[in-house]
DNA sequence: GATGAATGAGGCTTCATTCAT
DNA sequence: AATGAATGAAGCCTCATTCAT
């Protein structure tokens, strides 16, 4: 019922274009996205990814141009969900049952890619530079631009706001105070429904 | 009548320790924190800030002994009146007053210091491995500890974490929203207290 | 009536031998001296010569053993030319009028294979170290015993060299000035003759 | 009467700037001309030059920010004479005289700079693409400028871009065929004066 | 007749740091 | 209080080449 081909379900995307025989390209993945979460970009280097893989740095080379394309790859792969959602959201009335929705599917799209949001959000310096610093940053506009509502009152817009990072960075800091994920993840989200809510009703 | 010394009266803190005759010290402090925010940590070189400076590399190190000590003197410097609040917090009832007040204060902290915490909030997978990391995350458990009730509802502690976060990334992000700074800062104000409030009557 | 394989005439030279059913082998001489002769030898990766033709880079391998098997494939194929007229110029007495012949034989020679030479005389420093600087140089020497008379005065033995490399290189730069290729072959080609005339008379 | 400080004279031209305590500098042009002439730009590696110079790759860096810098330092050092003796010719009337005066003093100017010549006559595909290469083609130009007569007969400018190259070329060649460098010299000086006076001949 | 995947060597460059002066 | 000179480590990247399929 989950994951249905091993390999945590992220390949469902892309389809079969990339799955040759040899399955490098996805394990570089897999190793960078690991890496780059765990101690940045800049500190990640392609020889420590390589040494892991067990293969060279050439080889890396053969499957992406630069260091930067895997990090473009692992967010175009694993950000299509959200993308997806952005533009499911647009198409509806911006009614406050909406905007719950999408924090709803939005939580969970975040939970299921939550290695790269992590590292999204501890290198945003980096990040910025990259090019998928701008991808990022156009989700995000599309995101405020569902949640939140330009005529309101810059409180409640706030409120919005607040309720899309604590989303992006609640489930991270509960877990290290040592609370359990899952618990984590249900109080945030209520807290971010609660939030959204709240704004409605102030500019309502 | 302010800024007693034409560098934007941040000096205030540390007292005369470090008012040598020369001021590079200072300016080098000035510049890193500069290009520390702008660029990020790892792709801030000694270089970059030597030559901004017009001095050597080597002059930095006569100030410092490693570009890590750098970014410590920073923050040790930036930071001290959030330690004396956590110290002041941890003296006082934690009655909801005292954490509204707590957290007015705090904001005002972290607009006084507001390139660092920039910096802090966009590096942190960066900030994690320096020294600075493990202060900034004992800082972190200060506030959490006064703000936060252990044994209130799962949804009320994420309610202070999250008043707490608002605070740290909420001016960043209304500010490149086009809001003005000023009204900014109060917007955000108003949605951190609003969530502490709440928690306390959640588990009042 | 003429070029009867659609390839500038080329093939003319080396017959058969190489006429297989697919015509790559001779694509990937074609876009080399292209890109030899544009942006030197070294500059030009056989990633480059691959990509421009759709095809791997293993698959040159299959029609090259090297890719310095390139560029020697090229010369053969383009020098046979030349070296048939050093061949006739050596059984001929070394009149002036035979001296003539061969100047004009020759300089048609180059124009016929004007990449090739382009190349030959930008990329000195890397011919020389590759197997066709020999041959280049055994080629020279060939036309230096049939045009330069080895009892002639100093004077004379330079200008018959000169001659020659003004035939090299004349036509490059006067192209470059501006002036129109069939003009600059004349004027070059007058000027070749005049010289070795000179010598003629000058050592008689 | 020659060499007052020992380096072959070339110190000259840029005065006592560079005159650190240290050498190093001209150490590593010194090298690094000897290497490009010898082995082309491009197979010279740094490492190769470092090594030779018994420093490291970083030592470089210290003094050059490229391996281009050091071509171009190298280029801006040694054809400042060459430099000079353009703006001198500009200033003349365009006699023959003149004209006889500016090939003499070329032929000292390249003799004394002959490694850098023989490098950029040998590379000239590289040297294309480096900022020298612009430089050089300038020179050039300025020389052509002095020389040819813009209104003579085609074949007249042939013989006096002939002179030139003949100057350019000539010496390698001829020293290349076993004979004296300095009867090579006088040699070729004869053949390049005698093109431009035909030159002057023809048109007037 | 060609591809997909990989390698080993080596390229240029940058960095934080040191130390004698 | 600062400089000039240098180092060692490491970074990203590219190349010609190989080989099983």
Redesign the interface.
């Known amino acids: 019922m989950e994951a249905r081909d091993g390999t945590d379900g992220r390949r469902g995307a892309d389809g079969a274009k990339q799955r040759r025989r040899g399955n490098t390209r996805q394990r570089i993945q897999d190793v960078a996205l690991e890496l780059f979460a765990e101690?940045?970009?800049?500190?990640t280097s392609l020889r420590e990814i390589a040494e892991r893989l067990d293969v060279t740095k050439a080889a890396l080379y053969y499957h992406f141009k630069t260091k930067e394309e895997i990090i473009v790859s692992l967010f175009e792969d694993l950000t299509k969900p959200i993308e997806d959602l952005i533009d499911w959201g647009r198409r509806q009335p911006h009614t406050l049952e909406t905007k719950k929705e999408i924090i709803r599917r939005y939580s969970d799209a975040l939970t299921a890619a939550s290695p790269l949001f992590r590292?999204m959000?501890?290198?945003?310096?980096?990040v910025?530079?990259l090019r998928i610093g701008q991808m990022f940053k156009n989700r995000m506009l599309g995101m405020?631009d569902i949640i939140v509502d330009p005529d309101a009152d810059?409180?409640d817009?706030?409120?919005c706001?607040?309720a899309l990072?604590?989303l992006h960075?609640?489930m991270f800091?509960?877990r290290d105070?040592g609370?359990d994920p899952e618990?984590?993840r249900?109080?945030?989200l209520?807290?971010a429904i609660?939030l959204v809510t709240?704004a409605q009703h102030g500019s309502g």
């Open positions: 101690q940045g970009y800049e500190k590292f959000q501890e290198n945003q310096a980096t910025r530079d405020r810059l409180v817009q706030v409120r706001v607040s990072f604590t960075a609640g800091v509960m105070m609370v618990d984590a249900g109080a945030v209520e807290v609660d709240q």
